[in-house]
């Protein structure tokens, strides 16, 4: 039963990273004009950070209660939560104010159009390459906690 449940745990966490980045995002910004999108997309991000937060809880609770694994998955297992934790903190506590900040100071006219629009795109490459590690995290978390 325990290892149904952290299996149901990290596919759920693994599952809307991949859905929120791969899938929604791009979605947001295929449909609407730029300055929307970013919006709807802050937006997900900022409950997937809740959600993240949530569910690294919870599955440390049921790794500290599960008894059939044995020392080298529990510590992948370990790793892969605290991995993909800190790669969300990153992006919600350090890279999501600086870009809301660019984007409303940029007004109207858009990033794009501000002199902040470099910063603006290496933070969001960062955060691109976060999420990218935090899905190949998903997928390992997701393996090793069957």
Known sequence: MIANVRLLLAALWAGS?????YLAAPSAFAVLDSTSAGSVVGTMLTREAWL????AVLLAIVLLRSTDLDARRRRWLWW???GMLLCS???YLGLQPVMA???ESAGPAGVRASPQWTT???LHGVSQLCY???SILGAILVVKSR
Request: charged content about 10%.
């Open 80 to 82: 892969c939560i605290a």
């Open 101 to 103: 900040a660019i984007r």
């Open 120 to 122: 603006f795109a290496t």
């Open 52 to 55: 993240s937060i949530a569910l």
């Open 89 to 91: 903190m990153i992006v």
């Open 17 to 21: 990273i991949w859905g929120v980045s």
């Open 132 to 134: 990218l590690v935090e």
